[in-house]
């Protein structure tokens, strides 16, 4: 199986448990930051969001890269004790899943299969709003309607916004990059008095302000490697349920909490029977099917924190998304596309090519390597790789040196020759194995 593979593999097979445990953690601290309004709450969601997507991949980073630059801070630094460890393999994942290469190739491909059809369905969805402009009818605004318009314009500073009407929706809709329009059903301008109106042009201006559109966009290009979860999800269903709360912040902010809540019930009740039928990628006023949580939010009394309890909660919050990421990233796991046990490989004559993080679990006994005085005196640290030929009855019977400090090299080479291993069973047969193991040697100060 090539490196590709093994990635996407990698990627999918951590998703599948990164992506509860970020939402989880979401919520806590959503929960924690109830009181600090809708905007911290939204932030919390578009953070878990784009972590879902992008921390998979962590798995697939050089960590050693990083453990190098790590060593040579410390010896700069006048580091003097000494360390030596020994790591099953690169030392860079913590476990390997061995499964038959045609099943991991054929996870490959339905997964592949699986983001095409996301993909396509995003372009189509952004094709259909294409369409859906061309269809529009031009809106006519006078006396009270152009006057609103205005105010909204002046009140957030939004110009070159274009408003049209159409028959094939059923709500207020925002959408455009370069050429932002707001979209209302037909005969809503004429239907509305001047207070609603202004609440429904008003959350649009909101959502212009904020460029919610291409925000959204972005999201969602970035969420489609994970768009198979369930829980990414709900990730969105959250980060669009905050997004509505904090225009609705905006605006009650400028009309008034209890006007603007009666405004948006009035609408509901006027506008739409039933649940809306959402626009893709398009954002409006009912966006998010959770209007009865928004005016609890708009007309409840939050008791504001200050203070030392702010500053509490906000290091909780820090702590818990740094503890669940470092989890994350250190629990990730490896997919490495070795062929199954019984396969044909297995009965060849070549060595029997075994996971060093599968092998360590047939250690016996091992001797810890002993870190050269000369190389202490020079602060000569790293790594020694090796290649290990583990006999049928367990002895280390050739060892090769890969990569590694000359002067840290016979150190391992005198230690790791002492282990032993239980015997490792193919179909119920003892085999030889070949295996990886990385000796680090590391200088504190």
């Given at each position: 199986?090539?490196?590709f593979?093994?990635?996407?593999?990698?990627?999918?097979l951590?998703s599948?448990?990164?992506?509860p445990?970020l939402?989880?953690?979401?919520?806590?601290?959503?929960?924690?930051?109830?009181?600090a309004?809708?905007?911290?709450?939204?932030?919390v969601?578009?953070?878990?969001?784009?972590l879902?997507?992008?921390l998979?991949?962590?798995?697939?980073?050089?960590?050693e890269g990083?453990?190098?630059i790590?060593?040579?801070?410390?010896?700069?630094?006048?580091?003097s004790?000494?360390?030596?460890?020994?790591?099953?393999?690169?030392?860079?994942?913590?476990?390997?899943?061995h499964?038959?290469?045609?099943l991991?190739?054929a996870?490959?491909?339905?997964?592949?299969?699986?983001?095409?059809?996301?993909?396509?369905?995003?372009?189509?969805?952004?094709?259909?709003?294409?369409?859906?402009?061309?269809?529009?009818d031009?809106?006519?605004?006078?006396g009270e309607?152009?006057n609103?318009w205005?105010?909204?314009?002046?009140?957030?500073g939004?110009e070159?916004?274009?408003?049209?009407v159409?028959?094939?929706?059923?709500?207020?809709?925002?959408?455009?990059?370069f050429?932002?329009?707001?979209?209302l059903?037909?005969?809503?301008?004429?239907?509305?008095?001047?207070?609603?109106?202004?609440t429904?042009?008003?959350?649009?201006?909101?959502?212009?302000?904020?460029?919610?559109?291409?925000?959204?966009?972005?999201?969602e290009?970035?969420?489609?490697?994970?768009s198979?979860h369930p829980?990414?999800?709900?990730?969105?269903?959250?980060?669009?349920?905050t997004?509505?709360?904090?225009?609705d912040?905006?605006?009650?902010a400028i009309?008034g909490?209890?006007?603007?809540?009666?405004?948006?019930?009035?609408l509901?009740?006027l506008?739409?029977?039933?649940?809306?039928?959402?626009?893709?990628?398009?954002?409006?006023?009912?966006?998010?099917?959770?209007?009865?949580?928004?005016?609890m939010?708009?007309?409840?009394k939050r008791?504001?924190?200050?203070?030392?309890?702010?500053?509490a909660i906000?290091?909780?919050?820090v702590?818990?998304?740094?503890?669940?990421?470092a989890?994350a990233?250190?629990?990730?796991?490896n997919?490495d596309?070795?062929?199954a046990?019984?396969?044909?490989?297995?009965?060849?004559s070549?060595?029997?090519?075994?996971?060093?993080?599968?092998?360590?679990k047939?250690?016996?006994?091992k001797?810890?390597?002993?870190y050269?005085?000369?190389?202490?005196?020079?602060?000569?640290?790293?790594k020694?790789?090796l290649?290990?030929?583990?006999?049928k009855?367990?002895?280390?019977?050739?060892?090769?040196v890969?990569s590694?400090?000359?002067?840290?090299?016979?150190?391992a080479?005198?230690?790791?020759?002492?282990?032993?291993?239980r015997?490792?069973?193919?179909d119920?047969?003892?085999?030889?194995?070949?295996?990886?193991?990385?000796?680090?040697?590391?200088l504190?100060?």
């Amino acid at each position: 199986m090539n490196h590709f593979e093994s990635w996407v593999l990698s990627y999918l097979l951590n998703s599948l448990w990164q992506v509860p445990l970020l939402f989880v953690a979401g919520w806590a601290m959503a929960r924690l930051l109830a009181t600090a309004g809708a905007e911290a709450e939204h932030r919390v969601w578009v953070s878990v969001l784009l972590l879902q997507s992008l921390l998979p991949a962590c798995s697939a980073l050089p960590w050693e890269g990083l453990r190098e630059i790590v060593n040579w801070f410390d010896t700069a630094h006048g580091g003097s004790s000494a360390r030596v460890s020994v790591v099953m393999g690169e030392g860079t994942r913590l476990g390997v899943l061995h499964l038959p290469h045609v099943l991991l190739t054929a996870i490959v491909m339905i997964y592949a299969v699986a983001c095409a059809v996301f993909i396509a369905r995003f372009v189509l969805r952004c094709r259909r709003l294409a369409v859906l402009r061309r269809e529009t009818d031009a809106a006519s605004l006078t006396g009270e309607a152009a006057n609103v318009w205005m105010r909204c314009s002046a009140q957030f500073g939004i110009e070159n916004v274009a408003i049209r009407v159409s028959s094939r929706v059923f709500g207020p809709i925002t959408f455009g990059v370069f050429r932002r329009l707001v979209l209302l059903p037909s005969g809503m301008i004429a239907g509305l008095s001047e207070p609603d109106l202004y609440t429904v042009l008003a959350h649009e201006f909101a959502h212009l302000r904020r460029n919610d559109f291409l925000k959204n966009l972005l999201y969602e290009c970035l969420s489609l490697p994970v768009s198979y979860h369930p829980l990414s999800w709900r990730t969105r269903e959250r980060l669009m349920e905050t997004r509505e709360m904090v225009c609705d912040e905006m605006v009650a902010a400028i009309s008034g909490k209890e006007e603007y809540a009666h405004s948006l019930l009035r609408l509901a009740s006027l506008l739409v029977e039933g649940v809306p039928i959402r626009t893709p990628h398009a954002i409006g006023i009912f966006d998010a099917n959770t209007l009865e949580r928004r005016l609890m939010r708009l007309t409840e009394k939050r008791r504001e924190i200050r203070g030392i309890g702010r500053s509490a909660i906000a290091v909780a919050c820090v702590l818990l998304g740094a503890g669940t990421c470092a989890s994350a990233v250190a629990l990730a796991t490896n997919v490495d596309g070795m062929v199954a046990a019984g396969s044909d490989s297995s009965k060849s004559s070549e060595p029997h090519t075994v996971p060093a993080a599968e092998m360590v679990k047939y250690l016996i006994s091992k001797v810890p390597p002993v870190y050269p005085e000369d190389a202490k005196k020079a602060k000569i640290q790293g790594k020694v790789v090796l290649n290990a030929i583990v006999g049928k009855d367990g002895a280390v019977e050739n060892l090769t040196v890969v990569s590694g400090p000359a002067a840290l090299q016979q150190s391992a080479l005198d230690a790791v020759r002492q282990w032993t291993y239980r015997p490792f069973l193919v179909d119920g047969q003892e085999v030889v194995v070949k295996t990886t193991i990385t000796v680090i040697y590391e200088l504190k100060g």
